[in-house]
């Protein structure tokens, strides 16, 4: 398909089919156990800050390498899971350095062009032999037609990952991308996922595709999360255990709301049922003075599995706990904090928070309409945190005109829902009950990193900056969810284990 001599594998070393070996039957009803030594080797394209790696490391993945272009991410990646030490000094060098080092240290600070390009790694890996690749190529304007624009990069980054595979030839492979992908990119063809999985079955030396998507709350995150994942498997591996694709896009749910015994093999199995599944509350309230520290199963299950990271595989950390890092509050302006204090009164009185917006973008019709239900609320009105915000309706409509504003995105969460999806932009949602946006922790906690899992780079950045940088927040609202990456991982070494066991 590329005109590229395909590398074809060994299989795995002895001492690696003996971990496996050694570690078969111990699966998966705990979702949280840890096994002891690895089981496949991987590589982790467009790997962000680590979350995909975080729950393939614990499943029994060892990194081969991680390539990432954003040297803020990818200074997150390092200090995790390389070496904590390294300082913003000894990493602007890392950075400057061939890539040929680079990738002698597991981490790729570069596009995955130039290690495409690179003849001595590309050599060592295939020498290395990869066993699973993964990894998130943007793929909104992915086309097999003619490759439709060659200098859209959004249509170049899926075709170089999937030469990487071609190169590398490895057992399995995972794409993963948000919801977007599924939107077709021109009405005479079908959308960028689906075009996606036939070029995957058609790279050689050929797979066995599944399309899943996949809510991490269904895999134990407190945060509603959707996201579409491609899961192949190679062709001979998948005849010779009998594996094959459902043909459909198989969905995911509760565990106790779907049919387990139809879970296609190649699909990460829920692990939470509906009750059990956490919310904000859960995942956060050990963080919080305005909160008392729940104690629920659902939130003892959150605080160990973020715990520390040398729980998912990760080196230990060596820096004191005396306190939980990336916690620091931001500083909002008093309008903003007032504006904060409005969305949380309009939530806990059953107004939506687009009132504010459309008091922005048209008040002549919406005036009249807030006025009537303000006419049915109990007057004084008081934000959560015990600050008067009107005496009466009049004074409240006078408030709001104040502090409309365009931006529609902006609410506030409660404390007994799971989080919506965490995103880049930290400033669309509001804390339940104190008047400012959630931390880069607690953003983290809601995707689920360890408390040690340090983010490097800036905290935020500026909107234009935001084109290349990609600081603390975006870094968190772009990973996936080490949750939904750890039933990922556990599907593969499930799959791989079966491969060699039966040798």
């Known amino acids: 398909m590329f005109g590229i001599q395909t590398v074809l594998r060994a299989h795995l070393d002895m001492s690696v089919a003996l971990a496996i070996l050694s570690n078969a039957g111990r699966r998966t009803d705990n979702p949280m156990m840890t096994l002891r030594g690895p089981l496949y080797s991987y590589v982790d394209l467009f790997s962000g800050c680590g979350g995909l790696s975080l729950g393939i490391e614990r499943s029994g993945g060892k990194l081969q390498l991680a390539v990432e272009k954003s040297d803020m991410a990818a200074y997150t990646f390092y200090a995790n899971f390389i070496d904590e030490s390294i300082d913003d000094d000894s990493w602007k060098q890392y950075v400057r350095s061939s890539i040929e080092n680079q990738t002698k240290h597991k ?208 080196p230990a950390s060596k820096k004191p706990r005396r306190s939980v890092a990336n916690q620091s509050l931001r500083n909002h302006s008093e309008s903003t904090t007032q504006r904060f204090r409005l969305y949380q009164w309009l939530r806990d009185n059953g107004l939506k928070p687009r009132l504010l917006s459309e008091l922005a973008s048209d008040p002549k019709e919406s005036t009249p309409r807030v006025k009537e239900l303000l006419a049915t609320i109990k007057f004084p009105a ?33 404390w007994d829902q799971p989080a919506r999806t965490v995103v880049t932009l930290p400033d669309d949602y509001v804390h339940p009950s104190e008047p400012r946006i959630f931390t880069v922790r607690e953003m983290a906690r809601f995707q689920g990193f360890p408390d040690d899992f340090e983010f490097r780079g800036k905290e935020t950045t500026g909107s234009l900056r935001r084109r290349f940088e990609v600081p603390q927040y975006s870094q968190v609202g772009n990973a996936v969810s080490p949750f939904l990456a750890l039933a990922v991982g556990t599907m593969i070494s499930d799959v791989l284990m079966r491969s060699e066991i039966s040798r």
């Open 107 to 314: 981490v790729a600070v570069s596009a995955l062009r130039d290690v495409l390009d690179n003849e001595t790694a590309m050599r060592n890996l295939a020498d290395a032999s990869v066993d699973v690749v993964v990894g998130g190529p943007p793929c909104q304007g992915f086309s097999l037609a003619g490759r439709r624009n060659p200098d859209d990069v959004r249509n170049k980054l899926p075709w170089e990952y999937l030469e990487f595979v071609a190169e590398t030839a490895p057992k399995m492979v995972v794409i993963e991308n948000v919801v977007g992908m599924s939107h077709k990119f021109a009405q005479d063809e079908e959308a960028p996922f689906v075009q996606l999985q036939q070029a995957l079955r058609e790279t050689l030396p050929g797979y066995v595709v599944q399309g899943v998507a996949v809510n991490a709350l269904h895999y134990g995150a407190p945060q509603n999360r959707p996201r579409l994942m491609i899961i192949g498997l190679r062709k001979d591996i998948a005849a010779e255990r009998g594996i094959s694709s459902n043909g459909t896009l198989w969905r995911s749910g509760f565990k106790d709301e779907i049919d387990l015994e139809n879970i296609p093999a190649l699909a990460p199995v829920p692990t939470v049922t509906r009750s059990t599944s956490p919310t904000i509350a859960d995942a956060i309230g050990d963080l919080q003075s305005v909160l008392p520290a729940p104690h629920t199963k659902a939130a003892a299950a959150v605080r160990k599995a973020t715990r520390a990271k040398k729980d998912w595989g990760l």
């Open 382 to 414: 008081k934000s959560p945190d015990g600050v008067t915000l009107a005496d009466s309706a009049d004074e409240m409509l006078e408030l709001m005109m104040s502090l409309r504003t365009r931006k529609h995105s902006q609410k506030a969460l409660a």
